[in-house]
């Protein structure tokens, strides 16, 4: 199993750009997180999705921030202008059905965004 | 208040040294608590799930104290490769998973 697969690795933008993070969850999984992470406020949820709807968007930031999933095996996470407060590891987790409590949250290796 | 609090670090200990980790959550309707381990640069992993009776892998202990909303990770015969942040990590309404800020742990020859 290839894990969850995010894309890309690294990405220095500018402010005012708009910035397109993408994630590939497990196949199989049937929720997909996304997070960010900064050192001041730690691991942050900002969506997540069941069965590829949206359940809880209350911690995305602003309307610049949205996020989509198409389908099962994919989601994207768009900013749109980009600010150097944005700046931060961007990460995706899936998750499958679980049979006891939630199941384990596998993580992707994360985007790391600059902003300049 | 936060909902999920984890003690301030960073924590340094020798080798050999056993560490206590604690985390308070806000949300007493959670179900299911977690610890998870990132290393520096890395993603989180799961390290151990914790039950309500408490349980053991290994040299890691957790413990759950649901009447005072309480979790605790116990480290024994601290290993350098033990070190890293471990983060505490609560379902919170709706199943999602939310995160302490993390504690970081460095163990030292």
């Known amino acids: 199993d290839a894990g969850v697969i995010q894309s890309p690795r690294h990405e220095v933008t500018e402010m005012g750009q708009e910035v397109t993070l993408r994630c590939k969850p497990i196949s199989g999984h049937n929720s997909l997180f996304w997070y960010r992470q900064t050192m001041m406020r730690g691991l942050e949820l900002l969506i997540y999705f069941n069965n590829n709807v949206p359940i809880d968007d209350s911690g995305m930031p602003e309307d610049r921030f949205s996020a989509k999933m198409p389908n099962a095996s994919f989601s994207t996470l768009k900013i749109q202008p980009s600010e150097p407060r944005d700046s931060a590891v961007y990460f995706c987790a899936s998750r499958g059905t679980s049979g006891r409590g939630s199941g384990e949250l596998f993580f992707g290796e994360g985007s790391r965004l600059t902003v300049l | 208040r936060k909902e999920v609090e984890q003690d301030p670090g960073p924590f340094n200990v020798p080798e050999g040294a056993t560490v206590a980790f604690n985390c308070t959550y806000s949300?007493?309707?959670?179900?299911?608590f977690f610890w998870y381990r990132q290393d520096c640069r890395k993603e989180p992993k799961l390290l151990m799930s914790?039950?309500?009776s408490g349980n053991e892998d290994g040299r890691f202990t957790a413990q759950l104290n649901r009447a005072s909303q309480y979790i605790s990770l116990l480290i024994r015969d601290s290993k350098l490769s033990d070190s890293a942040t471990y983060l505490c990590?609560?379902?919170?309404?709706?199943?999602?998973?939310?995160f302490g800020q993390g504690t970081e742990l460095s163990v030292k020859p």
């Open positions: 990590v609560v379902t919170g309404q709706g199943g999602k998973l939310i």
């Open positions: 914790v039950y309500s």
């Open positions: 949300n007493s309707a959670s179900q299911s």
